[in-house]
């Protein structure tokens, strides 16, 4: 029933732009904190960008000022707008859907764990050529 659909993923140039979207059905938004993961090859998946329930977006210090997160709560739909990407920013994005850190925006300390999400897109690939 809850489905996370990741999509805008794809070849782009160093220090050009991408816009992802995390599509949700089966799930309100409201109740949930959003985050952004992504793994590169041969290394851990990582978060880099999450907003909460009420707005509130947490960054990785890599993704400060180039990465910037945003959402609709009426069509669903979380967006990684992805700017000035580089090399480092190759990688498979995922989104995931955490109930637990909604529960207070204080919570939002332990957005770094994998275990505190529910349900998890497929991810989408983003390519960054030199």
């Known amino acids: 029933q809850v489905q996370l659909v990741e999509s805008g993923g794809g070849l782009v140039q160093s220090g050009g732009s991408l816009r992802l979207s995390c599509a949700a059905s089966?799930?309100?938004?409201?109740?949930?904190?959003i985050s952004w993961f992504r793994q590169a090859p041969g290394k851990e998946r990582e978060v880099v960008a999450c907003?909460?329930?009420?707005?509130?977006?947490n960054y990785t210090e890599s993704a400060k000022g180039r990465l910037f997160t945003s959402k609709d709560n009426a069509k669903r739909t979380v967006h990684l707008q992805m700017n000035n990407l580089e090399h480092e920013d190759k990688a498979v994005y995922y989104c995931?859907?955490?109930?637990?850190?909604?529960?207070?925006?204080?919570?939002?300390?332990?957005?770094?764990?994998?275990?505190?999400?529910?349900?998890w897109g497929q991810g989408t690939q983003v390519t960054v050529s030199s």
């Open positions: 089966g799930l309100t938004l409201h109740y949930y904190v």
């Open positions: 907003i909460s329930s009420g707005g509130i977006t």
């Open positions: 995931a859907a955490s109930s637990h850190l909604a529960l207070s925006e204080g919570l939002l300390s332990l957005w770094v764990r994998e275990n505190m999400y529910d349900y």
